[in-house]
Structure formats: C-alpha cells, structure tokens
C-alpha cells in the first residue's frame, strides 16, 4: 500500500522547487511565434500565413497518424478532462497536492484558452482544406477554434504537474524523466493532427500554454494554498458524489463510442471511489 504521508511530502517538496524562471523558455517560443504570425503579417493575412507554412506537415502528419484510427481516437480521448482527470483520482487520497495545482491550473485553462480561441479565430482543417484531401476520425469540426488544441493544454498540464511531482533528485534521472514524461505527452497531443481536428503549431501552442497554466497553479497553490481543503476528509462526500455522477457521464461515453480509454477511466473512477469511501469510513478509527 502506498504512504499517504511520504508520497504527499514528496510532491510537496518537489513542488516548492517549481520555480517561476521555468516560465521563460516557453514563453520566449510564444512570443517568437506571435510575433511571426500575428503581428509582423496583417490582420487579414495572418491565418493564410499560419495555415500555409504547415500545409504539407500537416496533411504529412495526418496521414502517417491516421494509419492507425483506433489508437488515434482513443488517444485523442484523453484532451478531454472527463476522461483524463479520472485516470489520477486516486492522488485525492495518497497525494492531494497534485489535486490541488491541477484545479488551480484547470480553471486558469479554461479562461486562457477561451480568451486565446476567441482572439486569434482560427478556422479548423476542416474549414479550409478539401475534406477528401485527408484523415478525419471521430466528429468534424468546423469551427473558428483551432488555436491553441484546448486538447493539448489539458493533457500538458497533467503530464507537467506530473512531472514536477515525481522529479527525481539526481539530474541523469531528471533528464530520463522528463523525456519520458515529454514523449508521452506529445505522443497523445499530435493525435489530434491523425484525427485531422488540428494543425501541428496548433498542438505546439496548447502544449507550451498547458505547461505554462501548470506551472503557474503549482506556484499559486505554494503561494496560496486556497485547495487545501482538498486534503480534509470530511469532504469526501462531495469527491463520492461527484465521481458516482462523473462515473455516469463516461458509461453515457462508452454506449456512444465503446471505447478503450473509456473503460480505463471509469475503472480509475471505481477503483478511486472505493479508497475515498474507505478512508472517509474509517476516518475516525
């Protein structure tokens, strides 16, 4: 069984180390890529010059992916909060830090990709090229919300929080670790290329924000602690219940695409909702 306690100091600790000069790589490329397509080009021009300098890597992309629909689809899958937040409830118990900078960071998201969505309106594959000319699986879409891949935000920010988490202490290992935890993250995010709802600076952009939003709720929360709650048992009525109800919404999932990733979501979501109804049972023994 895992050590509430150790587990929880770990990530603590790791988290204090999360420092702010992290953010100025990533924000230095965002700026670089700003400054490329939406200030140095017109205002009437600037998606033409966006699309265009990742046609072919996109179209290159999208069919190597494509080749492989079901792992695409079900990679896709886990951009989606309801599916991939589940698959890491069970730190509410034995790591509520991680908890408490992935809520922090979700609600950061959901504004910044809002804001950012509506400001550069940047028209999906879908909308601009031939629909026979590549790979789509699952829903078309059409609208004017391609950048930044809300998908990849959501996905880097877990895998960041993740990462910060379970740095290790010795730099060889930090290295292999990051790498690793990187190549799986870009692995998920560039499915939405092979599903064809993306172009790739789409997937990059997201990718560097949700690295942004995450590092920037570990530093609230280390500043703050205003999710502390999260850590206090006598609420974990509210996680049961919510994860019964969350529970509901991925069997609605399963009966409209019976997916895979599905059912490893909603088998986190029993396992975690055994745990906290057994530790908030015997709470008091």
């Known amino acids: 069984m895992l050590d509430n306690y150790k587990l929880e100091r770990k990530v603590t600790n790791n988290f204090i180390n999360v420092k702010l000069g992290l953010l100025i790589p990533p924000f230095f490329l965002l700026l670089l890529l700003c400054s490329y397509f939406f200030i140095f080009n017109d205002v009437e021009n600037y998606i033409a010059g966006y699309v265009n300098i990742?046609?072919?890597?996109?179209?290159?992309?999208?069919?190597?992916?494509?080749?492989?629909?079901?792992?695409?689809?079900?990679?896709?899958?886990?951009?989606?909060?309801?599916?991939?937040?589940?698959?890491?409830?069970?730190?509410?118990?034995?790591?509520?830090?991680?908890?408490?900078?992935?809520?922090?960071?979700?609600?950061?998201?959901?504004?910044?990709?809002?804001?950012?969505?509506?400001?550069?309106?940047?028209?999906r594959p879908a909308a601009i090229f031939d629909n026979e000319s590549f790979v789509i699986i699952g829903k078309t879409l059409t609208g004017r919300t391609s950048l930044p891949s809300g998908h990849s935000i959501t996905v880097f920010i877990v895998i960041t929080i993740l990462l910060f988490a379970f740095m290790p202490k010795r730099n060889k290992y930090k290295i292999s670790w990051s790498l690793l935890i990187f190549t799986l993250g870009f692995v998920i995010t560039f499915s939405r290329v092979g599903v064809g709802a993306h172009y790739p600076l789409d997937i990059i952009i997201g990718s560097t924000i949700g690295y942004i939003v995450a590092i920037l709720g570990i530093h609230i929360n280390n500043q703050v602690g205003w999710c502390a709650w999260i850590k206090n048992k006598k609420y974990y009525p509210i996680f049961i219940l919510l994860l019964v109800i969350w529970g509901g919404v991925i069997v609605t999932k399963i009966l409209a695409n019976n997916l895979v990733i599905f059912y490893f979501s909603l088998l986190s979501l029993v396992v975690s909702l055994y745990l906290i109804t057994r530790a908030y049972v015997q709470r008091k023994h």
């Open 54 to 123: 990742q046609k072919d890597l996109f179209f290159y992309l999208n069919g190597k992916l494509s080749g492989f629909p079901n792992l695409q689809f079900n990679l896709t899958q886990l951009g989606d909060v309801l599916i991939f937040f589940p698959i890491i409830t069970f730190f509410i118990i034995y790591a509520p830090k991680i908890w408490e900078a992935l809520l922090t960071s979700a609600i950061l998201s959901l504004v910044v990709s809002a804001i950012l969505k509506k400001l550069f309106s940047v028209p």
